[in-house]
């Protein structure tokens, strides 16, 4: 977003004895993504610039049928300046507790870097420090996580100031790196320009894009979609028709180049007409499962307060957009 199964996928798809799960033909899945821990970047005294997703949210949401979460994180926080193999950060300890419970109640882990293209050294794919850095943070995180089977590499979150191409160049060194460390998990990769769905094919993400490659041919393009004028999500009201509409062209698009996808955000506000259109999207992922295995909420997170889209519960009662979420 513009600044403001058991198990998740059931079915193991590279191999008999792979970790990563990947998805079936069957209705996509609907998560949620629980922000805070990417908060105020750079700013980095925790339950004061930000905060971390608990085990409570993840249990309040396994109970209303909700069983996989998306968690924003930052690279420097979660791995700190740790050479691969060195000592693991705070932040670090709370991601691999929030992943082993919910392995234990059923739920996948989406790590998503959420840095908007970005390293502290610079633009993914432009500079090659960024690259490497990228790269490097990526290959220590799935050598730590290569054996949980409930996580998903979501590799950075909305980028969308370089361009397609050099985008392309960061996306594949992190999917390379994830690789040579042995683990075989989903990998979902967004394009540049905010991955937006609605933009995707009239940009050269739907050209370049086609060149990711991943040695286990076990990957998601991660788009993102709101249903405002603008499709950035930050305002509540919404255009009639865009729920069923504005995933049509990049759901299109992946047919026709046999690829998977995964909705990393989407976010509606609790009015008559957000609530609709919100479940005009959810249905349309649901009836095109060849392409779509999911999608995440845009979010709940325990410091939103009164945000439009927020599905953290208020005054114990959940949102409105829950239902939406759990339709069948």
Same mark, same amino acid.
Do not use: C
């Given at each position: 977003?513009?600044?403001?199964?058991?198990?998740?996928?059931?079915?193991?798809?590279?191999?008999?004895?792979?970790?990563?799960?990947?998805?079936?033909?069957?209705?996509?899945?609907?998560?949620?993504?629980?922000?805070?821990?990417?908060?105020?970047?750079?700013?980095?005294?925790?339950?004061?610039?930000?905060?971390?997703?608990?085990?409570?949210?993840?249990?309040?949401?396994?109970?209303?049928?909700?069983?996989?979460?998306?968690?924003?994180?930052?690279?420097?926080?979660?791995?700190?300046?740790?050479?691969?193999?060195?000592?693991?950060?705070?932040?670090?300890?709370?991601?691999?507790?929030?992943?082993?419970?919910?392995?234990?109640?059923?739920?996948?882990?989406?790590?998503?870097?959420?840095?908007?293209?970005?390293?502290?050294?610079?633009?993914? %794919?432009?500079? =090659?420090? &960024?690259?490497?850095?990228? *790269?490097? $943070?990526? #290959?220590?995180?799935?050598? @730590?996580?290569?054996?949980?089977?409930?996580?998903?590499?979501?590799?950075?979150?909305?980028?969308?100031?370089?361009?397609?191409?050099?985008?392309?160049?960061?996306?594949?060194?992190?999917?390379?790196?994830?690789?040579?460390?042995?683990?075989?998990?989903?990998?979902?990769?967004?394009?540049?320009?905010?991955?937006?769905?609605?933009?995707?094919?009239?940009?050269?993400?739907?050209?370049?894009?086609?060149?990711?490659?991943?040695?286990?041919?076990?990957?998601?393009?991660?788009?993102?979609?709101?249903?405002?004028?603008?499709?950035?999500?930050?305002?509540?009201?919404?255009?009639?028709?865009?729920?069923?509409?504005?995933?049509?062209?990049?759901?299109?698009?992946?047919?026709?180049?046999?690829?998977?996808?995964?909705? %990393?955000?989407? =976010?509606? &506000?609790?009015?008559?007409? *957000?609530? $609709?259109? #919100?479940?005009?999207?959810? @249905?349309?992922?649901?009836?095109?499962?060849?392409?779509?295995?999911?999608?995440?909420?845009?979010?709940?997170?325990?410091?939103?307060?009164?945000?439009?889209?927020?599905?953290?519960?208020?005054?114990?009662?959940?949102?409105?957009?829950?239902?939406?979420?759990?339709?069948?």
């Amino acid at each position: 977003m513009r600044r403001i199964a058991a198990i998740f996928f059931a079915s193991v798809l590279a191999s008999s004895n792979a970790v990563a799960k990947g998805p079936t033909r069957e209705t996509p899945q609907i998560g949620v993504n629980i922000s805070g821990a990417e908060l105020n970047p750079g700013k980095d005294k925790r339950n004061f610039d930000y905060v971390f997703p608990t085990r409570a949210q993840i249990d309040h949401f396994v109970a209303a049928g909700i069983r996989m979460f998306r968690i924003p994180v930052l690279a420097d926080r979660l791995l700190g300046a740790a050479a691969p193999g060195g000592a693991t950060t705070e932040d670090w300890r709370l991601l691999q507790e929030l992943i082993d419970h919910a392995n234990d109640v059923g739920a996948t882990i989406i790590v998503d870097f959420h840095q908007y293209g970005r390293m502290r050294s610079g633009l993914i %794919g432009r500079d =090659g420090a &960024a690259t490497r850095d990228f *790269a490097a $943070a990526w #290959g220590e995180t799935a050598r @730590r996580l290569k054996r949980h089977r409930n996580v998903i590499f979501g590799l950075m979150n909305e980028p969308h100031e370089q361009s397609a191409a050099e985008w392309l160049t960061g996306a594949n060194a992190a999917i390379a790196a994830i690789r040579a460390s042995g683990a075989r998990q989903l990998i979902l990769a967004p394009g540049s320009y905010w991955t937006g769905a609605h933009s995707w094919t009239t940009t050269d993400n739907a050209a370049v894009m086609k060149g990711i490659v991943d040695p286990q041919k076990n990957f998601a393009y991660e788009a993102h979609q709101y249903l405002d004028r603008d499709s950035s999500g930050t305002k509540p009201e919404v255009v009639a028709g865009a729920g069923a509409s504005r995933l049509a062209a990049f759901t299109e698009w992946a047919r026709a180049n046999g690829a998977r996808a995964f909705l %990393g955000e989407f =976010g509606f &506000a609790a009015t008559r007409e *957000a609530l $609709a259109e #919100g479940a005009a999207l959810v @249905r349309y992922m649901k009836q095109n499962p060849d392409v779509w295995i999911g999608g995440a909420y845009w979010a709940a997170g325990q410091w939103w307060g009164d945000y439009m889209f927020s599905i953290e519960p208020k005054d114990h009662r959940d949102r409105p957009q829950l239902d939406v979420l759990r339709e069948r």
